[in-house]
C-alpha cells in the first residue's frame, strides 16, 4: 500500500469501476483481467443502499481473491452524510488507495488524511483525487504540490465535468482538451499516476478504441473503464506492444555496449541514442515486465 511516484510501473492500463451495492460484481471482479478496480460507493450506489454497498465492499476486499489487482475505493464525498464514515470504514481495510471525489483544493485531501491517521490507517495509504469540476481542474497543480507524497493518482472524471463546462461529448473531446493536457503535466511534473474518464457509449466500439488511442497519445496512463467488455481494448492500446518492448530491450543493449568501449556516440539503425532514451526504454521494460507478472498470476 504505497503511494505512487514517476518511477513506479505498476500497470494501470484498466481501471474498472465496480457498484459497491452489487455483490454479484464484485464477485466477478475477481475473474477479470483489468489491471485494477475502483469499488465505487458514490455515483454507482443509491442513497438508500450506501450502508450495505459499504459493508459488502469491506467484506469483499478483505476477504480476498483479486490478486495483484490494484484495489481502490472511491468513497462518497464529504458534503453527503457518508463521506466521513465510508473513509473511517475503509483506514484499515487491504486496500491500495482511496479514491475522493470531486477533489477541488488540497483542504479536502488534508480532511481525509486526518480521518484516515484517526481511524488507524497507514500513512503509506495512497490517495486517488477526481478531478471532474472547472475548479478542481485550476486547482490541480495546488493539491497536488500540497499533498505530493499521498497523492498516488489524478482520475478525470469528464462526465461531471462535461456539465460544469456545458460543453458536448464531440469525437475528438475538444471541449477537454486543455483540461485533459493540465492535469497531465500536473501529474508528471509531481509523479502521480493520471487516468482517463470514462466512456460512456457501450454501443460504439470504434469511438471507444478512438478515445483509448487519443488518451494514450496525450499520456495518459490508462483509463477508467464502466463496462468489463472494454477491457482488452484499454489493455491493448495502454500497454507498450511487443515492437516497442522489442527496441526498448534493443536501446539498453546498444547504449550499455557503447558506454561500456567509452563511446561518446551510440547509434542505433541510423537513430541517435541518448540517455533519455534510455530511461524511456528502461520504463518501458519494466511496465511490460509487470504486465506479464500480473497477466501470469491471474491466469494461475
Known amino acids: 500500500m504505497t503511494p505512487s511516484n514517476s518511477s513506479d510501473t505498476r500497470p494501470r492500463r484498466s481501471i474498472l469501476y465496480m457498484p459497491g451495492a452489487n455483490a454479484r460484481a464484485l464477485e466477478k471482479a475477481k475473474t477479470l ?4 478496480f475502483i469499488f465505487d460507493l458514490e455515483d454507482a450506489v443509491a442513497p438508500d443502499a450506501k450502508e450495505l454497498a459499504r459493508h459488502q465492499v469491506r467484506d469483499a476486499v478483505d476477504a480476498g481473491g483479486y490478486g495483484a489487482r490494484e484495489r ?45 491517521a484517526s481511524n488507524g490507517a497507514p500513512d503509506t495509504l495512497s490517495i486517488w483525487c477526481m478531478i471532474e469540476t472547472p475548479m478542481g481542474v485550476l486547482h490541480a497543480e495546488a ?18 465535468l462535461a456539465t460544469d463546462l456545458h460543453c458536448l461529448h464531440t469525437p475528438g473531446r475538444e471541449p477537454f482538451l486543455y483540461s485533459l493536457s493540465h492535469c497531465i ?44 467488455k472494454t477491457i482488452a481494448t484499454a489493455n491493448e492500446t495502454f500497454g507498450p506492444s511487443a515492437k516497442v518492448v522489442d527496441w526498448s530491450h534493443r536501446v539498453i543493449a546498444a547504449y550499455d555496449a557503447a558506454t561500456a568501449d567509452g563511446q561518446g556516440v551510440v547509434l542505433l539503425e541510423g537513430k541517435l541514442i541518448e540517455n533519455l532514451h534510455v530511461v524511456d526504454a528502461r520504463r518501458i521494460v519494466a511496465l511490460a515486465e509487470r504486465i506479464d507478472a500480473l497477466q501470469a498470476a491471474q491466469d494461475n
Not at 474518464?197 to 496512463?221: E, H, I, M, P, T
Open 72 to 116: 481502490v475505493v472511491r468513497v462518497n464525498g464529504f458534503d453527503t452524510p457518508w463521506g466521513a464514515d465510508d473513509i473511517a470504514a475503509f483506514a484499515t481495510a487491504d486496500i491500495d488507495a482511496v479514491l475522493l471525489p470531486k477533489v477541488e483544493d488540497p483542504e479536502t485531501v488534508e480532511r481525509a488524511i486526518g480521518l484516515l
Open 185 to 228: 503535466l500536473v501529474a508528471r511534473a509531481y509523479g502521480t499516476a493520471v487516468l482517463d474518464g470514462v466512456y460512456l457509449d457501450l454501443a460504439d466500439d470504434s469511438g471507444f478504441a478512438q478515445a483509448c488511442l487519443q488518451g494514450r497519445k496525450l499520456g495518459f496512463d490508462g483509463k477508467t473503464l464502466i463496462h468489463p
Open 33 to 36: 483481467a483489468a489491471d485494477g
Open 143 to 160: 493539491t497536488t504540490t500540497a499533498w505530493a507524497s499521498r497523492i498516488g493518482a489524478l482520475v478525470l472524471g469528464t462526465s461531471d
